[in-house]
């Protein structure tokens, strides 16, 4: 040993207290594609927990069921097969649907929201002007309210939602696309044609 090597193994003796060697324990750690430790329900209750507290809406609806409406909404389901399911009606889940933001591109084909949003008359006006019934007037006023309150929370909890199942779906497919194609390059060539 030289002597710069002989004093700079007594200041490491020194500073780690006469130790001569140090060992870090270490930890094996996995990488993972998952966004966090909870699971799709999990999130789900919590965004659903979150929009009961802030906006207090009523419905008829448990917090499972408003969670059914949601994953059904993202599977492209009406509100009539929705409430068949849950043995609901149309209307609580359109309610519900509007509670959690969930609104939906046809909802609002026929009226220009824009149009009626900020309007003051009232909704007889309104749907003989627009030649649909007043109830009509009423649904799309709810549909512009809850798009209104969406906006005002930076669609924060519809991304919430569209993180959650939108992105399941899709990696659901993704994960089908996959083993389709897995099975394909393993069965290219082979022959199929085989008699029973």
Do not use: C, W
Not at 85 to 109: C, I, K
Not at 131 to 137: G, L, T
């Amino acid at each position: 040993m030289n002597e710069k090597t002989e004093e700079l193994r007594d200041i490491f003796t020194d500073v780690t207290d006469g130790e001569e060697t140090i060992t870090e324990s270490q930890e094996d750690t996995r990488g993972s594609l998952e966004k966090d430790e909870q699971t799709d329900d999990e999130r789900l209750e919590s965004v659903v927990a979150q929009m009961r507290e802030r906006y207090e809406f009523e419905t008829p609806l448990s917090d499972e069921e408003l969670i059914a409406v949601a994953k059904a909404f993202y599977d492209d389901d009406s509100d009539a097969a929705i409430a068949d399911d849950l043995g609901a009606t149309p209307e609580a889940v359109f309610e519900a649907r509007m509670a959690l933001h969930l609104v939906g591109e046809d909802d609002a084909d026929e009226v220009d929201l824009v149009a009626i949003r900020d309007r003051d008359e009232d909704d007889e006006t309104l749907a003989t002007e627009y030649d649909v019934s007043a109830d009509e007037i009423r649904r799309f006023r709810r549909i512009a309210a809850a798009q209104d309150e969406s906006r005002a929370a930076n669609d924060r909890y519809r991304d919430e939602f569209d993180s959650i199942l939108a992105d399941a779906d899709l990696s659901a497919q993704m994960a089908t696309d996959v083993r389709e194609d897995g099975l394909e390059d393993a069965t290219e060539g082979m022959e199929t044609n085989v008699d029973f």
